[in-house]
């Protein structure tokens, strides 16, 4: 009698087993069809497939989104040739070349001095005056008296070891705009910073102004184009001025020569 209540016992227990693992298998499978059949299946998301690389629905939308007027037929097609493209140069190993990789790190710093530099020029504010326009129109119709002081390289010309020197008078329009701006910002008897080339180096002192008369009035137009230039002039003293005060404010250690 017991051993018949034990077979009995084995029995139930064994089909409690198997129906156990029936209903895992069922799961299971009820699974696996959901995955592939519903809303968050990764193939409805996919917009375009090339060699197993995925371009996603929400990727492909936002491109389309940032390009003007486009066709839509041609669009998909310069994304399948730029994929294209893209694995064919990274089957010939070309991403992983350290030129390539260098121009990817030059781009890279390029665009963050790039941004940096727009951003502080949208932050300053700059104004020119009407008086700031007079004066620069009447520096242009005068005469400087200058010595001009050559040294043989930069750190001559700053350590003030020159070779030479000789006064000139020169009218301004016969300058250059570097040196005639930097001529228009002296009082007399201050210098230039160096203006260098191959052959050397220069540094002009102003000994004074023979100021002439503007022989005619400017029109709106020629006005406007010297305040310009004028703005321009002075976003760029502000932003020389930043960058003086970046490196002052930095350790910097040069170890070479």
Known sequence: MHIAEYWIS???????????????VVCFAALIVFLMTGSDSPEKNVAISVNK???????????LASVHDP????????????????????NEGIDKDESFRRSIQDYYE???????????????????????IDRYVSFQNSTVKVTVFSADNENAANRGQYKSSEKKNIIVKNLC????????????????????????CEVYRLDGVLLTPASEKLSAENRNDIRLLLLERKKQKAMDAWIADLRAKSDITISIK
């Not at 690389?53 to 491109?63: G, T, V």
């Not at 066709?71 to 990274?90: G, T």
């Open 10 to 24: 084995r029995r139930r227990n064994a089909l409690k087993f198997i129906w156990y693992i029936v209903a895992l």
């Open 53 to 63: 690389k995925h371009i996603s629905l929400a990727e492909f939308n936002s491109r």
């Open 71 to 90: 066709d839509r037929k041609n669009f998909i097609n310069s994304l399948i040739v730029r994929e294209l493209m893209i694995q064919a140069a990274q």
């Open 110 to 132: 390029q665009s963050l001095v790039k941004q940096v530099m727009d951003k502080k020029i949208k932050s300053m504010t700059v104004a020119v005056t009407d008086d700031e």
């Open 177 to 200: 705009a570097e040196i005639g701006g930097l001529l228009e910002s002296l009082k007399t008897g201050e210098l230039t910073t160096p203006l260098c080339s191959d052959s050397g």
